[in-house]
């Protein structure tokens, strides 16, 4: 059972469904970072301003030391939350106080794609184990299945091979394990 219930980390929920993402002159994506441990309140506070915005959550399960399982919800990317819109939607964001800082994203067809990328891997239940540095390797795209598009770099980790998935603005990303996943070089 959860300590508390999964929130929306994404504001509207079709937003990766939108025409023009990324690309829009009028909107553009921006980087902001949070006060610590103030992501979630950030979110609630974009989607009650209706300002667009995704930050990743993945979903964690623990034992506690009486050895009950419990189920919690984090941020993938600890204190970064992405908000799209106009420069009156960032200012929204910033009068939230839960801000520390934030940054214009120049390549936002860039951004998009990576992005996207993490809400179908999240949408489709894959394990992921967040990364912090980027490993030189093979980009690979996954060819089938329904993680089918996802595209990445092979690292080793642990002994096994593993697909990281990076929002490359961050220098972050996350991996899966490889171990059944049919892809190509690219």
């Not at 929130?7 to 690309?23: Q, V």
């Not at 609630?44 to 979903?59: D, M, N, Q, S």
């Not at 002994?159 to 990281?164: A, E, I, P």
Request: charged share 25%; hydrophobic share 40%.
């Amino acid at each position: 059972m959860p300590l508390l219930e999964r929130e929306t980390d994404i504001f509207p929920a079709n937003l990766f469904d939108l025409e023009n993402l990324g690309t829009d002159p009028d909107q553009c994506w921006w980087a902001i970072y949070t006060l610590a441990r103030r992501e979630k309140d950030l979110m609630r506070r974009l989607a009650a301003k209706e300002v667009p915005f995704y930050g990743p959550v993945l979903t964690r399960r623990n034992k506690s030391p009486g050895g009950r399982m419990r189920t919690s919800f984090v941020p993938l990317f600890p204190s970064y939350v992405f908000v799209y819109g106009t420069n009156e939607q960032r200012y929204e964001a910033m009068t939230t106080n839960c801000v520390a800082r934030y940054v214009e994203v120049v390549d936002g067809a860039g951004l998009t794609r990576d992005l996207r990328q993490f809400f179908q891997l999240i949408e489709a239940g894959a394990p992921l184990l967040p990364e912090d540095q980027l490993q030189p390797g093979m980009r690979v795209r996954v060819k089938s299945g329904r993680l089918s598009g996802i595209e990445g770099v092979v690292i080793r980790r642990e002994g096994t091979s593993r697909l990281l998935v990076s929002v490359e603005f961050l220098q972050k990303g996350a991996s899966l394990l490889l171990h059944d996943l049919e892809f190509e070089q690219i």
